[in-house]
T-cell receptor, first 115, second 111 residues
Framework: DAGITQSPRHKVTETGTPVTLRCHQTENHRYMYWYRQDPGHGLRLIHYSYGVKDTDKGEVSDGYSVSRSKTEDFLLTLESATSSQTSVYFC??????????????FGPGTRLLVL | RKEVEQDPGPFNVPEGATVAFNCTYSNSASQSFFWYRQDCRKEPKLLMSVYSSGNEDGRFTAQLNRASQYISLLIRDSKLSDSATYLCVVNRGGSQGNLIFGKGTKLSVKP
């Protein structure tokens, strides 16, 4: 299994509070991603990083920010949590596959409940 | 047409059955294709990458039809442990970070 951990694994918070989720990898992969998964939707990309201090938005980035100060850590911050951000959050890392594309490997996920 | 579309199922099959899942995608520029497996309350795990020539891994066979823009996954001799949700994943083409995930097809294998 790819060396990816996420913390916390579960969190309950109140609307309006800031929340930071951490993703840590031991694989030295360049690319890291944050997704959310909700019933009735496929995994949706929030933000991704292609190197230290290099990040870009995904399709559902509103209300989220990210930071990557080290290769191994990718942080996702909800500046002011809302109930619509209740979800399961997955971090992923990738490396190029043999055909030049990418294969993504996922962390165990963080279940976030915003009350 | 949705970017990646899968039959949500559930597919309920007996042990030993052969089951096939199809997935269609809309972007003809897509170059990379994958099947992931996701168990309940777990992370998605890569099952197979799908190559142009098709590929097989034990009981699992994946095929790609670029002309019709669909990918298939065939599972032979189903096991109880195959029960999971199977995600079809396609890249949009271009730079990394451009994967599109289907909503998944749920498989339940019964004794």
């Amino acid at each position: 299994d790819a060396g990816i951990t996420q913390s916390p694994r579960h969190k309950v918070t109140e609307t309006g509070t800031p929340v930071t989720l951490r993703c840590h990898q031991t694989e030295n992969h360049r690319y890291m991603y944050w997704y959310r998964q909700d019933p009735g939707h496929g995994l949706r990309l929030i933000h991704y990083s292609y190197g230290v201090k290099d990040t870009d938005k995904g399709e559902v980035s509103d209300g989220y920010s990210v930071s990557r100060s080290k290769t191994e850590d990718f942080l996702l911050t909800l500046e002011s949590a809302t109930s619509s951000q209740t979800s399961v959050y997955f971090c992923a890392i990738s490396d190029p596959n043999r055909e030049g594309g990418e294969t993504q490997y996922f962390g165990p996920g963080t279940r976030l409940l915003v009350l | 047409r949705k970017e990646v579309e899968q039959d949500p199922g559930p597919f309920n099959v007996p042990e030993g059955a052969t089951v096939a899942f199809n997935c269609t995608y809309s972007n003809s520029a897509s170059q990379s294709f994958f099947w992931y497996r996701q168990d309940c309350r777990k992370e998605p795990k890569l099952l197979m990458s799908v190559y142009s020539s098709g590929n097989e891994d034990g009981r699992f066979t994946a095929q790609l039809n670029r002309a019709s823009q669909y990918i298939s996954l065939l599972i032979r001799d189903s096991k109880l442990s195959d029960s999971a949700t199977y995600l079809c994943v396609v890249n949009r083409g271009g730079s990394q970070g451009n994967l599109i995930f289907g909503k998944g097809t749920k498989l339940s294998v019964k004794p």
